[in-house]
C-alpha cells in the first residue's frame, strides 16, 4: 500500500512555470512506477506523464512534451513535475498515481491515487 498526497498546484498566468510534488508514504517507493494525469471537469482523466521505478524511462503526452519534466527522488518518496511555458488549456486537477512494477501510460493500470491538486492557468 502506498498512500500520495499532492502539493504545488495554483493560480499561474500563462507562459508562467509550477513545480508539482507528490509525496508518498511507505518504504517501498522505488519500486513503484510513478505518473501524473489531469481532469477538467466534464471531461475524462488524462495522461501527462509516467516515470520508471529507476527513472530511466519517462514518457509524456505529446501535449506537454517539451514543456513538462517528470523526476523522482527515491531517497525522498517524493516525484515531480515541472510545468515550464504553462497554457490556459493546462488547467485541469492533477494527480498523482503509483503502480508496483513497470512504467505504464494507462490510468487503469493504476492501482494508488492521490487526492489531486488545482493547477489555473490565466490566460
Known amino acids: 500500500q502506498v498512500q500520495l498526497v499532492e502539493s504545488g498546484g495554483g493560480l499561474v498566468q500563462a507562459g508562467g512555470s509550477l513545480r508539482l510534488s507528490c509525496a508518498a508514504s511507505?518504504?517501498?517507493?522505488?519500486?513503484?512506477?510513478m505518473g501524473w494525469f489531469r481532469q477538467d471537469p466534464g471531461k475524462e482523466r488524462e495522461f501527462v506523464a509516467a516515470?520508471?521505478?529507476?527513472?530511466?524511462?519517462?514518457y509524456y503526452a505529446d501535449s506537454v512534451k517539451g514543456r513538462f519534466t517528470i523526476s523522482r527522488d527515491n531517497a525522498k518518496n517524493t516525484v515531480y513535475l515541472e510545468m515550464n511555458s504553462l497554457k490556459s488549456e493546462d488547467t485541469a486537477v492533477y494527480y498523482c498515481?503509483?503502480?508496483?512494477?513497470?512504467?505504464?501510460?494507462?490510468?487503469?493500470?493504476?492501482?494508488?491515487w492521490g487526492q489531486g491538486t488545482q493547477v489555473t492557468v490565466s490566460s
Open positions: 498515481a503509483a503502480r508496483p512494477g513497470t512504467v505504464t501510460t494507462e490510468a487503469l493500470n493504476f492501482g494508488f
Open positions: 516515470i520508471s521505478r529507476k527513472a530511466s524511462i519517462t
Open positions: 511507505g518504504r517501498t517507493f522505488s519500486s513503484y512506477a
